[in-house]
């Protein structure tokens, strides 16, 4: 049976996320400041400020056609802005790539203003059934005032909401948004680094196998700590984020092994699921930006503007990534990791990220001409030697892509030049790669 640290620990992984999570907590909020304002009403207080409001807002009839209008209104809003993000993640899945839907239905301020919608529209609700013609004194004026304010101030998000949802189907700002979540990821990653030393050897370790199938998404580190600090343990996740899990794969090795009771433990701390977001992993906000990209260059969309500006992002993250080791560190205890993570290493990394555009625009030569000026711009920082080995080989790789589907002497020329300038990169970050041939009798005009 699941630990309810566990059990609540993913609930609210799942519940935050979910589109549903502020509107409801919106409307709960609203609801309270109802039954606040009914209670208020109902004080002298109230009564005596009652002569001050305008002859609208002591009438029960005129009450009662505000309120009927104002929920007529919300709800024609609200109807309209669920139309409009249905259409956005529709257009978004086929433009983009679906994997960025979880992403843009988590977006908070859409959420933030749903919620203000659904919220009003009960707060109305709750204040119109209230209003009774035979005790006109009864009238909530003090809650009527508030009622207007609330209309005004849905207006003002509804100019909010078509500005953001505008945004969201705009790939520059899609990209923008995958790029900082990566970049912010990996900035945490690094300082976590920085307090660490260098990865054990855990090839004698016991390991725990996966008791149930799925992507490895987060680890309930708090309680895996606890277990960790207490047996005084340290342990190694097995998986790198993206893969995906069977039952009975190695999923973390324990420098000792572990009794039953432990072992049902560490395996309750794991988090299964499905959805990518590019603030949990570098690797997938750089995956999702490389899909965006083969999209772009696909015939259906046919904007390869755009996958050079995606190429342009990944360079940077992976110029960013340059000498940082392939793992991550959790479950501090007095300053030192007890739990470490495998990350992808430049050669997965380049494998997933950059080998699919590479593949599917290799006719382009002005996107594969982008695509070594990345590698480019991947090399110049610190890369450690393995990095550089890898980069390298990406280079051959494009070169030899180029040379077989680039057949234009004038774009072959242009290959070259971009070829020429890693070629006069010095010392250890200098590729063993050679220029295209150009046949002059075939290829160049006389």
């Known amino acids: 049976m699941s630990a309810p640290s566990n059990t609540i620990y993913r609930l609210v992984k799942r519940v935050s996320e979910s589109i549903a999570f502020y509107p409801a907590l919106i409307t709960s909020l609203y609801a309270m400041l109802a039954a606040g304002m009914l209670a208020f009403e109902a004080t002298s207080l109230a009564a005596s400020i009652r002569g001050y409001f305008p002859s609208g807002l002591t009438d029960t009839d005129t009450g009662r056609e505000i309120l009927g209008t104002l929920i007529t209104s919300i709800v024609s809003l609200t109807v309209f802005s669920f139309s409009m993000v249905m259409v956005v993640l529709n257009g978004a899945a086929a433009r983009l790539t679906p994997r960025v839907l979880p992403g843009l239905i988590s977006d908070t301020r859409n959420r933030v203003i749903l919620g203000i919608y659904l919220g009003s529209t009960l707060y109305y609700l709750l204040l119109i059934s209230t209003i009774n013609k035979s005790h006109p004194n009864d009238l909530p004026s003090t809650g009527l005032l508030l009622a207007l304010l609330m209309g005004i101030f849905s207006l003002a998000m509804f100019v909010v909401f078509i500005r953001s949802v505008s945004q969201s189907i705009q790939v520059d700002w899609v990209l923008s948004q995958l790029y900082s979540g990566a970049c912010a990821t990996l900035d945490k990653r690094k300082k976590r680094l920085a307090s660490a030393g260098a990865m054990p050897d855990d090839q004698d370790w016991w390991c725990l196998p996966a008791a149930k199938p799925g992507y490895l998404r987060a680890v309930n580190e708090r309680r895996l700590g606890e277990l960790l600090s207490t047996r005084s343990l340290k342990a190694v996740v097995q998986v790198e984020p993206g893969f995906f899990l069977v039952v009975g794969h190695p999923l973390i090795r324990f420098s000792q092994p572990l009794s039953e009771d432990d072992q049902a433990r560490a ?32 015939p259906a969309i046919n904007d ?61 030569p002005l996107v594969m001409i982008t695509l070594l000026q990345c590698m480019k711009n991947a090399i110049l920082d610190s890369p450690s030697e393995e990095q550089i080995a890898a980069i390298h080989e990406e280079i051959r790789a494009l070169r030899d892509q180029a040379d077989a589907h680039v057949e234009n002497w004038r774009d072959r020329q242009a290959v070259n030049d971009a070829l020429q300038r890693l070629l006069k990169l010095e010392g250890r970050k200098h590729p063993c790669v050679q220029l295209l041939p150009i046949e002059s009798k075939s290829l160049v005009p006389d």
């Open 304 to 364: 390869p503007g755009t996958a050079m500006r995606a190429i342009n992002l990944i360079s940077v993250l992976l110029q960013r990534l340059g000498g940082v080791p392939p793992f991550d560190v959790g479950c501090f205890d007095q300053g030192q990791p007890r739990l470490y993570y495998p990350q992808l290493a430049m050669q997965r990394m380049l494998e997933m990220v950059i080998a699919p555009i590479r593949v599917y625009a290799s006719q382009d």
């Open 267 to 298: 395996s309750d701390c794991f988090d299964f699921h499905n959805n990518e977001f590019a603030s949990a992993n570098v690797s997938y906000g750089m995956r999702q930006i490389s899909e965006i990209a083969v999209k772009a260059i696909s």
